[in-house]
């Protein structure tokens, strides 16, 4: 029982940061129909950014996290202009080749910024771990939960609430229906990578403290990502959390019967499985693109 | 084969459509909708837009499958069949934005229409057997003799997109009727063209009716849809309307009423080919 | 004729070339060929993206590895159980995934490589694990040994030349015109009566099929082989020698796997910043010339070719 539970929280623990960046797919697939290969990369960037700035430069931790943060933004959204914007036949095989390439580059950049050495960040606070029924739950998990859940609200209320969303979602309905009506259709592009980049920003400030960060974690997270968003069916919120909190739970369980090595490939037979069987997703409803 | 079918129910129709039922959400974009293409004639498709035309050529075509219903190509059930299966049958259609192979030569796009008449596979490809070799030299032949055909043997090996509007809608003509057809479906083949042109299309969509092959078309120009076809169905709101030839369509109140509000049909009743 | 060129060029080069090192690099450009054109065969003509070609290269590398190594079977029997295995795998990945857009395929095929890598790794009885699997023998073929260094060269070359040769065929055939219909409207090629999702199963398998005989004579070359030879950025490796050849390209295939074989040997400072590269090589080609260097320089002698033809008359009935 004490195992289970010690499982239970670790599960939901990563996959509380599993559902963050899962959001970060789910929101750019709602708002642009694309999948973006980098965005494992951001986690990546977030998380080595935020033990930079925080232990490297001694940032008070809002700001370092705010710093993290903004500069995932920024890669996001020089991707989409530098890159994304430039190509004159958007065929989803070069879209993928070029998300892709810059996933490879900024895992590239990472390298030289960083180093090929693992990095490991504190806790965000002191606290000693709470004990539950003989489980250790730990404060971070804590913070990660609060957080995810910030996350989930506020783009609930962005989409809902102001006009700038509302305006994306338009473009996702129609870009061209968008445009004819005044909304500034390429600069909703350019926000809706930022955010989903600052999302998985988000994504690695939180999971720096559970983990050794480094210029390679990317690929797995984005993917693990990646497999909680088409879990949940992608372009739905709600459905990225749930998928999120489910792999994590899954994955917990999962090292209890497979060894370490291959929990990594137990996450890819499941997203495998997910592709054949229910490609619009657990709870998505939302018919997968067929061309 | 006979080419005048001229609305009489004599005919075993090459093409049959049996109460299909279509909705997308809350919209019925097909209500119950049958008829019968008698074959070796031209028939047009016509009605307001949203009336369910294109919906009812996407369900002969086999890219929308009806709610209810049944499609027979002959005696051939259709239901549940794949749109390139239906082409092998004998369905072959064009597009209302035209969708050519833009990498390749107009000679090349008409020889992807013999597709379903060739049978050379990979390793027959990859080993170069001379039955391959065979069959690529006839369906070359023929995509010649097609493009002679539409009249456009002279820019076969230009690349497609880069011929003029008008000549690719030709060239996707071409291309269907590559496939050897029994019943060829043309969505809106005369939008976007000039008055020349469209007139070029009327003689060649009454050649192809004289090859035997049948022909559906969905279409707005009304002096077209009246002066070739031979029998004229009306989509309103997702049913039936009226069925008939051009002389009957134009007197028909519902249609008049419906379709047409007070203007008057185009053409002359005497324009009528019977 | 263009067979015969390259032909005279890998045997002079075979028979001037005295420096192992350059002969095996002359190897690795050969084995590397055969891997571009696989996956060019299929993001070039089909549209389709795989990011695990790496493991299907490693799948024909760990088959003929284990069974030669570990149960002493002949290298030429382990060959058709190498290419069925990896005939299979494909065909199993292939088959859901091809019917869902193209993003979904890169997904697909990025967990599939990523489970590969896994596996290489961890079923460490049969593979050796992380430390590699040693012992490959080399080939044999009546009295001709490959173990000599030109020898294993020409047969890398006559593989490559030979695969090469058939694909070209395959491309000009029916076959190939239903797939660059494909890749040029999906909705048009269906409704020519072309069984789309079928034939892009039957291209994905080829492609990995020519993968897994890359793998095979490259496990036979180097005689030792570890998962980190198959990890993902060979995977990318590969996709970027298909970008840079260009797409729907053979013979941009050979280029592409040239430059990226000679590329890191000559520059030094390569390993620091191959990522980097890479990455910047892939975004810059598909931004600017997405047909890739060799097509593009082809697309603008064709575009000159036709400019300079008659116009012809036009539709008459």
Known sequence: MQEFLQYIFSGITNGAVYAVIALGFSMLYGSTGLINFAQGEFVMIGALSLISLWKGVNLPLPLAFAGAVAITAIAGAMLERFAIRSVKKPHPIVLVIITVGASILLRGVGMLVWGKDSHGSPSFSDHAPYDILGATLLPQSLWILVLTLGVVLGLHIFHKRFLTGRAMLACAISTKAAGIVGIPTEKMVLLAFSMSAAMGGIGGVLIAPLSMSSFDMGMNLGLKGFCAAMIGGLGSSWGAVVGGLLLGVLEALGVGFLSSGLKDAAAFVLLLLILYFRPSGLLGTASVQRF | MNAQGSGQEAFLPVLRLEEISRSFGGIQALNDVSFEVAPGAIHALIGPNGAGKTTLLNVITGSCPPDTGAAFLGDCRLNGRKPHERVSLGIARTFQNIELFGSMTVLENVLVGRHVKTRCGFFGAMAGLPGCSLEERKARQRAHELLDFVGLSEAADWRSTDLPFGWQRFLEIARALATGPKVLLLDEPASGLNPVETSTLCDLLRKIRENGVTLLLVEHDMNLVMEISDRVFVLNHGMKLADGTPCEIQANEAVISAYLGRERMGGKCSACAI | ?317
Request: proline share 3%; hydrophobic share 55%.
């Open chain 3, 1 to 317: 004729m263009r067979y015969l060129i390259l032909m005279a060029g890998v045997l002079a080069a075979g028979f001037g070339l005295s420096s192992p090192y350059q002969i095996q690099l002359l190897t690795f450009i050969g084995i590397n060929s055969l891997l571009a054109l696989g996956l060019n065969m299929l993001m070039g003509y089909a549209g389709q993206i795989s990011l695990g070609h790496a493991a299907f290269f490693g799948l024909g590398a760990y088959v003929t590895g284990v069974l030669t190594a570990h149960f002493h079977w002949s290298p030429w029997l382990a060959l058709p159980v190498a290419i069925l295995l990896t005939a299979a795998a494909a065909f199993l990945i292939a088959l859901p995934l091809l019917e869902l857009s193209g993003f979904y395929l890169g997904m697909g095929t990025l967990g599939f490589g990523m489970i590969g890598y896994v596996v290489f790794r961890q079923w460490s009885s049969l593979t050796g694990g992380d430390s590699g699997l040693v012992g490959i023998p080399s080939l044999e073929l009546g009295p001709l040994s490959f173990a000599d260094a030109k020898n294993y060269l020409f047969l890398v070359w006559a593989v490559a030349l030979l695969c090469i040769f058939l694909c070209d065929r395959l491309i000009h055939s029916r076959i190939g015109r239903a797939l660059r219909a494909i890749h040029d409207s999906e909705r048009a090629a269906s409704s020519m009566g072309i069984d789309t999702g079928r034939l892009k199963v039957h291209i994905f398998v080829l492609s990995a099929v020519m993968a897994a005989i890359a793998g095979f004579l490259y496990a036979h070359l180097v005689s030792f082989i570890s998962p980190g030879s198959f990890d993902f950025l060979v995977s990318i490796r590969i996709v970027t020698m298909v970008v840079i050849g260009g797409m729907a390209s053979v013979w941009g295939a050979l280029l592409g796997a040239s430059v990226m074989t000679i590329l890191p040997e000559t520059l030094t400072v390569f390993t620091e910043y191959e990522m980097i590269v890479y990455g910047l090589i892939m975004i810059t080609i598909m931004i600017v010339i997405p047909q890739g260097l060799f097509r593009g320089i082809l697309d603008i002698y064709e575009r000159a070719r036709f400019r300079t033809g008659s116009i012809p008359a036009g539709p008459q009935a």
